[in-house]
């Protein structure tokens, strides 16, 4: 499986102009995300790591995975943490039209009230950003600064950790996914990347 742990200029420059992949390095934060939940064991054991270090996320959910668990997304709001729409059924932007894309968009957008996006996969082309820009002006599509490569069966937890560990500095969006598949290197990655942010001095964010 071929990934880059981080975000280089050149890939960037592949996207739609106007996606954010990073935060001001003003202050020294750090922003870790996670995607594809609400799920119900995984969003549950994420939401009490970051309690323990009190800590601020933002979750990019799945609007059939709300439906099926209205109460991790309410749980996960209630925390104090933030919600982005990540598609109603997880669609891949490369294999969709626009009109398809935008219509998906918009049918979570019943379900997740936030105008933080992020495609699935990280595929998004500019007629597919333009539409849902178009549909809300207030939309901003997020990508990543840092991918925690959790999703990976192949890899560690420690190993993504390492990942994150070398790449991320202030500013940083770090992905992360509350998902089954990921849960594995999930629950060795998250707590000792918490714990390793807390000494660096970072405070833990939400977008």
């Known amino acids: 499986m071929f990934y ?6 050149w890939l960037r420059a592949l996207f739609p102009k106007g996606c954010v992949w990073q935060m001001p390095a003003t202050t020294r934060a750090v922003y870790l995300t996670f995607d594809d939940g609400p799920h119900a064991e995984a969003t549950p054991y994420v939401l009490e790591q970051l309690e323990r270090y009190s800590a601020k996320a933002s979750f990019f959910c799945i609007g059939k995975n709300v439906v099926a668990h209205p109460e991790l ?32 968009y918009n049918l979570a957008r019943q379900h ?8 699935p996969y990280g595929r998004i082309s500019k007629a597919q950003a ?6 809300n002006p207030n939309a901003k599509i997020v990508m990543w600064s840092v ?16 990942h994150i560990k070398k790449h991320t500095k202030s500013g940083s969006i770090v992905v992360f996914h509350d998902s089954a598949k990921a849960l594995p290197r999930l629950r060795v990655a998250l707590p000792k990347t918490l714990e390793w942010l807390q000494d660096q001095g970072y405070k833990l964010a939400a977008l």
């Open 73 to 104: 997304y309410t749980a996960v709001l209630e925390q104090g943490h933030t919600v982005g729409n990540h598609t109603m059924h997880h669609l891949n932007g490369a294999k969709v039209s626009a009109t398809e894309y935008v219509a998906n």
């Open 4 to 9: 880059l742990p981080h975000t280089p200029a």
């Open 130 to 135: 333009t539409g849902i820009c178009a549909l």
């Open 147 to 162: 991918l925690s490569g959790d999703f990976d069966q192949n890899i560690t937890g420690e190993r993504c950790f390492q």
């Open 112 to 119: 997740i009230h936030a105008d933080i996006f992020r495609p």
